[in-house]
């Protein structure tokens, strides 16, 4: 199964790096001057640009050794420059920039009305996301050059491990080409493990990493409605997509929860409906009536029956 222990290992290093460098920059935002934010953090920016880099170029070097035992024997075109991963964002921007922001996200809440004590804590929190972000996105470059540099790697295996968050669980077992970029949010801890003609890991799907978690993970990735509906049969993708489009619309008099996600000709939930409309400044025709959300299906429904009818109606039970 995928991924592999070597895969899952390599996920495990990533993330205590990641943690381990948040760890090491946080003493030094709790001395930041509540009478003077700014000026205070900005004085002790270049070392904590210096563990973030630091942190960064320790996760880069990760890349080698993993791909090394993960595919022995398999001849590379080149060693991956750790070093030229570490010191910048991976879009390219400088690191003194981006780790000076959590100052500007505390003191933005101060002139809010918020308390000193709350705004520093909410800066303190920035810095930690920003932190592992960037050590992560360094690590995620270094796996994907390093894959590119084995002519071997046609493509990747998304690793997603129990303790992901919702989007990143309906991507589990997804294949990408090897010049496809990685889809990932600010904290995300996935991975990457390469594929070749003799290195085939079975894909884990959805499913499989839902089975594997409990009760409480489920409820604090997913949501307690999505689990309900999920447990009813609900497709795992549908439940989660459905809130890219999340809305409110009027129904018999009513506000209602709704989405607009899987609602043009191509979804899901659009093929579902026979007549559509194309609004004002949209690209595509979306299917007419309104696509409730499972929270607000289950806040209409009488019955488990009707719930289900509901939700395979709305193009959650597929």
């Known amino acids: 199964m995928s991924p592999t222990p070597t895969a899952a ?11 381990a460098t948040a760890r090491a920059v946080r003493p030094l935002w709790e001395q930041v001057d509540p009478e003077d934010l700014e000026e205070s953090w900005l004085a002790q920016l270049a070392q904590v640009v210096a563990l973030v ?17 993960l595919l022995p024997g398999e001849p590379a075109e080149g060693e991956v420059n750790a070093e030229e991963l570490a010191g910048v964002a991976g879009d390219g921007r400088d690191l003194s920039g981006l780790l000076a922001y959590p100052v500007y996200v505390a003191l933005n809440r101060i002139r809010r009305g918020f308390s000193v004590a709350w705004s520093i804590a909410s800066g ?3 810095l930690e996301l920003l932190t592992r972000t960037l050590v992560a996105d360094a690590g995620r470059a270094a796996d ?57 890991p079975t894909p884990v799907m959805p499913e499989d990493v839902y ?49 607009r996600e899987g609602t043009t000709r191509r979804g899901i939930a659009g093929r579902r409906r026979s007549s559509f409309e194309r609004r004002p400044g949209e690209r595509y025709s979306r299917a007419r009536g309104v696509r409730l959300m499972p929270a607000e299906i289950y806040a209409r429904a009488s019955s488990r029956e009707e ?12």
């Open 9 to 19: 290992e390599h996920q495990a290093d990533r993330a205590a790096t990641a943690a």
């Open 53 to 69: 880099a630091a942190g960064q170029l320790a996760a880069a070097r990760q890349a080698g050794p993993y791909l090394a035992r």
């Open 124 to 126: 303190a929190a920035f």
């Open 144 to 200: 994907l050059v390093g894959m590119i540099a084995r002519p071997a790697v046609t493509s990747y295996m998304r690793v997603v491990q129990v303790g992901a968050c919702a989007r990143c669980i309906v991507l589990a077992g997804r294949e990408y080409g090897i010049s496809d970029g990685f889809l990932r949010h600010p904290r995300c801890q996935c991975t990457m493990e390469p594929i070749t003609r003799t290195h085939t």
């Open 211 to 259: 089975a594997q978690m409990t009760e409480a993970q489920r409820r604090h990735a997913f949501g307690p409605d999505a689990v309900k509906a999920i447990a009813d049969g609900a497709d795992i993708a549908q439940v989660v997509n459905a809130r890219r489009g999340m809305t409110t619309a009027t129904l018999y008099g009513k506000t209602v929860r709704a989405t």
């Open 307 to 318: 719930a289900i009818a509901l939700l395979r109606k709305h193009a959650y039970i597929v």
